[in-house]
Every structure is written in structure tokens, then in C-alpha cells.
């Protein structure tokens, strides 16, 4: 029997989004909040923009192999801006700054409207609630939720950036469990990435792993398709049904997968 319901924050609470013209506009902000923290790279918007992109990407590389996350600073010191000669101790203080200001600005963010209905019901008809988020910021994911008015929802929130280790490691999913005296199989996750969150959840021996697509879906998996999700939905109402009917096993054991 599923008692939590497990929520990844980006793609899934809410929508995210990018494009090179939003982008382009962040680096222009970036510019002027390095510029007024006496951090000027001497970079143009658009070589600033480039540097944090490919600088990033290193970096996301390297988390995905090790499913691990590093502090804030040391990817702004060792993958952003390694050789730009900005003062090292200054770039470490305004790191997680600097963070929270990439992740909230390179991509646009927008809970999806049905999600506090959601909540509330499933919080209502007894389920626990928690939230597993991959994310650089350690500020975001808290700063998030309080804004959109659904913080109080969630006990546990478990970040990458707080844990240490990253979706799809199965350690930040069993501590999930742990933080709210349950077993693995008692939780279903909800998130938008097969590699991410429908391989982790079901690595980790969670009861369900529901996918919701969303844009970040096919920019993080690409051509995976598999493991398959045990539910595929469209909308966050749909949980509701899914989480309260009988489980009795994955592949073809009474979890019914849907398109």
C-alpha cells in the first residue's frame, strides 16, 4: 500500500523552461550582479552567457557519472570560471548567490496550477508528502515552495545540494523513506526524467514511479525510453487514482502501466 507520495520539483510541481533568448537576457542580469560584487569577468553578454553554459555542461557531466553534487563554489571556481582571474575568496562568498541566481534565471519556472489542489488532497485522504530535487542551489527548492505557497505540504524536502548525492543514487531516495519511517515500497515518486526519477525510483525499490512529461523531459533522457515508468500521466490530478489503487509488484504484477 502506497502511505507517500514523493514529488521531484523541477518539470514536475512545476513547469520549467529555456530558450537562447531567455538566456541571453539571465547572462545580461548575471553580468551586472558580478559586475556590482566587484566579480567583473570582463566578458561580453554573450561570451558570459557561453562561459556558464559550457561551464555547466562540464559540470553536468560530471554529476551525472559520479551522482553526486559539489558545493555551489567549487563549481563557479572549477568549471565556470576557472582561469578568469577573479578574486577566488570573493567568487566562494557570492557562490551559492551566484547559484540561486542561475537557477532561477536561466530557466523559467511556473508551478503548474493544479499541483496545491493536488496537494491538498492527497495530504487530506492521509498520504505523506515529500520532495527529492536535484539541484545545484542550496536555497532554491525551500525559496520555491515558500513562494508558491505549498511549503508546508512537504516533510522531508531532500535536495542534491544539501544530501550529496544526486537522483538517480538510491541513497537520496531511501532517505526520503527513512526521514518519514517508511519503507521503500510504501512511497510512490513522482517526476518528469526516465534516467532521473522513474530509473531511481524503481532502483531504490519504490512502490510506484509515475512519470509526468514535461519540456525537460526529452532535453534530459533524449532517446531513453526505458525503464518504463509503471504510469505515464498527463496531469498531477490523475495521482490521485493511481496511488490509491492496489499494488501487488512491478513488470506485468499488478501495476498497470498506461500511455
Known amino acids: 500500500m502506497i502511505k507517500a507520495v514523493v514529488f521531484d520539483l523541477g518539470g514536475t510541481l512545476e513547469e520549467i523552461y529555456y530558450d537562447d533568448a531567455t538566456r541571453l537576457t539571465a547572462a545580461g542580469g548575471l553580468l551586472e550582479m558580478l559586475a556590482g560584487r566587484g566579480l567583473d569577468p570582463g566578458l561580453s553578454v554573450e561570451d558570459l552567457r557561453a562561459a556558464v553554459l559550457s561551464g555547466m555542461a562540464a559540470y553536468q557531466r560530471w554529476r551525472e557519472q559520479y551522482q553526486r553534487e559539489l558545493p ?23 557562490a551559492e548567490d551566484l547559484t540561486l541566481y542561475y537557477e532561477d534565471n536561466f530557466y523559467g519556472r511556473a508551478l503548474r496550477p493544479e499541483a496545491p489542489a493536488v496537494l491538498a488532497e492527497l495530504q487530506q485522504r492521509g498520504f505523506r508528502l515529500a520532495v527529492i530535487s536535484n539541484i545545484l542551489s542550496l536555497g532554491l527548492v525551500p525559496r520555491k515552495l515558500a513562494s508558491y505557497g505549498i511549503a508546508s505540504f512537504f516533510d522531508p524536502v531532500i535536495t542534491s545540494s544539501g544530501f550529496g548525492y544526486r537522483k538517480p543514487h538510491p541513497r537520496i531516495f531511501h532517505e526520503a523513506a527513512a526521514r518519514m519511517g517508511l519503507p521503500p515500497e510504501a512511497c510512490a515518486y513522482v517526476g518528469d526524467t526516465v534516467s532521473r526519477d522513474v530509473a531511481g525510483a524503481q532502483g531504490a525499490g519504490y512502490g510506484l514511479a509515475i512519470q509526468i512529461r514535461s519540456f525537460l523531459t526529452d532535453k534530459s533522457d533524449g532517446e531513453i525510453e526505458e525503464p518504463a515508468a509503471d504510469v505515464v500521466i498527463q496531469d498531477l490530478r490523475e495521482i490521485i487514482a493511481v496511488v490509491t489503487k492496489p499494488i501487488a509488484g512491478r513488470g506485468g504484477q499488478g501495476v498497470v502501466r498506461e500511455p
Open 72 to 94: 555551489p563554489d567549487r563549481v563557479w571556481t572549477e568549471y565556470i570560471f576557472p582561469d578568469n582571474g577573479l578574486p577566488r575568496e570573493r567568487l566562494i562568498a557570492e
